[in-house]
Each structure stands twice: as structure tokens, then as C-alpha cells.
């Protein structure tokens, strides 16, 4: 069984079925992987057995990057993420006001998919600031069209409120792009200092670290070289030779048992 992070309590009904598909993967699950040790924590305290948790972090498709070409047209920023409230949704706009301020040419792209009622909201929430020019609504974009769009853009711009690892995250740095995020914990874990960080939920920080990433071009790629290099440990395949060396443990403890039973 795979855990990634638990939901907001706010979301009522995913949080409550997370809670009742931890208690039955306690009972039935021979191994229960988390991507960080936050998450490992968090199952363990809502009562998974310890010796089911195993941690191995998630990877990205570094191929597929590698081959996916940049776009004509250069974004300051871009976000990529499903258009949801627990992405960050609606402190895009808020954040942007403020980076306009400072940089009225600033263009931010926005990648993903959203339920019409958010759609809507948000839309509405950038024709009342007046930024109809600076923020760009590209629609849903997948493998290389995706990630030509990081590489297509200076800094990768993503509020989220809560991540389990957060894989778009390592894409943007396999890719290029410089992260501004808010101080998440699973951040420190993962990406260390390889990622700019604003304090949680504040948008005038968010916003000043994208204006220093944007107004410092040596900075921002020191930066994007110190992510680069971290992000070759976060590759599919290295949490694929992982997985099986865990899931190969997992069989042969359980034929070892079967054997003995019998």
C-alpha cells in the first residue's frame, strides 16, 4: 500500500476515507511505502504497525525532461498543479497583485485542470485585479508538453498548502526552472536549500522571494545549478531499484514464515 500525506481536515470526506483506508492497510498491508519520513510519522501515530512503513522517495521521468524543447515564448513563472484550494489556488492572484507591483511586465503561466466552480473563481479573481496580461491560463499539459513549459519559464512558482513529497517540485529542478514555495516541512527533508522558500501562506514573502529570483539572475541560477545536481537522486529508476529491494525483502520474509508454518 502506497501513503503519501494526509489530507486537510477540512476536506471531509477525503480525510475520513484516508482514515479508514489507514486502519485497513494495518490489517491487510505486508508494506506500507511513504515518500518521507513526515509521512512515515504520520501513519505510524495513527497506529500502522512500524515494522510495515518503509520510505522511499518518489522520482521523475529525467528522460522525458531532457527531451521535452523549450517554447518560444519565456515566462517570468509558471505553475503546474491541479487547480485546487490545497494547491495554492487562490493565493496565486494575491501574490502576483503584489510581484506587478514591483514588476509591472511580469507574466506568470498557469498549467492544470480545475473543477468549473474553481475555474471560475479564479478567473474572476484575475479579471478584478486587472491581470488579464500577466496571468495566463494555458490549460491541461502533460509529459513534454508540461515540461517544456518549466523549461520555458525562470522561476517555478508553486504555493501549494500541502505536499506529501511534492514530484512537480523535482521536475522543475530536473528541468530548470528555480522553485519558490511556501516552508513546508517535507521540503526540508527533500529538497533542502536547492528550493526558494517563503514563510507558510504569507503571500507578500512568497511574492518577495519571486521578485529576488527574478531581479537576481546570479542567485537564481545558483539556484537552479544546486537543484539540478540533487534532483539525479530523484529519478523513477532509482525509486524503482528501491521499491523492488524492499518488495523482495517483503516476499522472501513471508515465504521464510510459510515455511516454518508449515
Known amino acids: 500500500q502506497k501513503f503519501f500525506h494526509l489530507n486537510q481536515k477540512s476536506r471531509f470526506i477525503s480525510y475520513n476515507m484516508q482514515l479508514i483506508s489507514i486502519k485497513l492497510m494495518n490489517l491487510y498491508a505486508d508494506r506500507v511505502s511513504t515518500c518521507s519520513s ?62 506587478v507591483e514591483k514588476l509591472p511586465n511580469a507574466t506568470l503561466g498557469v498549467v492544470g485542470i480545475a473543477e ?19 496571468i495566463i491560463i494555458l490549460g491541461y499539459h502533460i509529459g513534454k508538453d508540461a515540461y517544456a513549459y518549466l523549461k520555458s519559464s525562470k522561476v517555478f512558482f508553486f504555493p501549494s498548502h500541502e505536499e506529501g513529497f511534492g514530484i512537480v517540485i ?9 522553485v519558490v514555495a511556501y516552508d513546508l516541512d517535507v521540503y526540508k ?21 519571486v521578485i529576488c529570483l527574478l531581479e537576481d539572475e546570479n542567485l537564481r541560477l545558483d539556484i537552479v545549478s544546486e537543484a539540478k545536481e540533487l534532483a ?24 521464510k514464515f510459510s515455511a516454518e508454518v508449515v
Open 116 to 134: 468549473q466552480t474553481i475555474k471560475k473563481t479564479f478567473e474572476f479573481q484575475i479579471r478584478n485585479a486587472k491581470l488579464e496580461k500577466n
Open 38 to 99: 513526515i509521512s512515515a510519522e504520520v501513519i505510524k501515530n495513527l497506529g500502522v504497525k512500524e515494522d510495515l512503513v518503509k520510505i522511499n522517495y518518489l522520482g521523475v521521468d529525467d528522460e522525458l525532461i531532457r527531451q521535452s524543447e523549450t517554447l518560444n515564448q519565456i515566462f517570468d513563472a509558471v505553475f503546474i498543479g491541479r487547480l485546487h484550494e490545497s494547491k495554492g489556488i487562490f493565493d496565486i492572484v494575491p501574490i502576483w497583485q503584489k510581484i
Open 170 to 178: 523535482a521536475e522543475a529542478m530536473t528541468a530548470g526552472s528555480a
Open 189 to 209: 527533508e527533500t529538497f533542502s536549500s536547492s528550493i526558494y522558500t517563503a514563510k507558510c501562506f504569507d503571500c507578500s514573502d512568497f511574492a518577495d522571494k
Open 232 to 255: 539525479k537522486n530523484f529519478t523513477w529508476k532509482n525509486c524503482a531499484k528501491r521499491e523492488y529491494r524492499e518488495i523482495n525483502k517483503t516476499f522472501l520474509k513471508k515465504i
